[in-house]
């Protein structure tokens, strides 16, 4: 395991040690997923595969005419969980 300190620039920007983005290579424009831990944050070097499925599914659910209420009140149905009020 390597420790390395990066610093935040400006509008948030970080830059990665040009040994890890060699390691893992990565490339401009390249899509990292950010874990926040309470507070101890975890750079992954891909899309996780639940994203991937949630927005497969939204796209579905848009094509069929589904909006966000609907969305909602399907997976409280699912869940067992009461009506929204």
Do not use: F, N
């Not at 420790?3 to 490339?27: E, S």
């Not at 424009?29 to 899309?47: K, N």
């Amino acid at each position: 395991m390597s420790v390395y300190q990066v610093q935040v620039a400006k509008r948030g920007v970080i830059t990665l040690p040009a040994p890890v983005r060699r390691r893992l290579a990565l490339q401009e424009g390249g899509i990292l997923t950010l874990l926040d831990l309470d507070g101890a944050l975890i750079l992954i070097p891909r899309v996780l595969e639940t994203d991937r499925l949630a927005d497969r599914l939204a796209d579905q659910w848009r094509a069929q005419g589904a909006d966000l209420e609907t969305m909602l009140k399907t997976l409280r149905e699912v869940r067992g969980e009461p009506a929204a009020g």
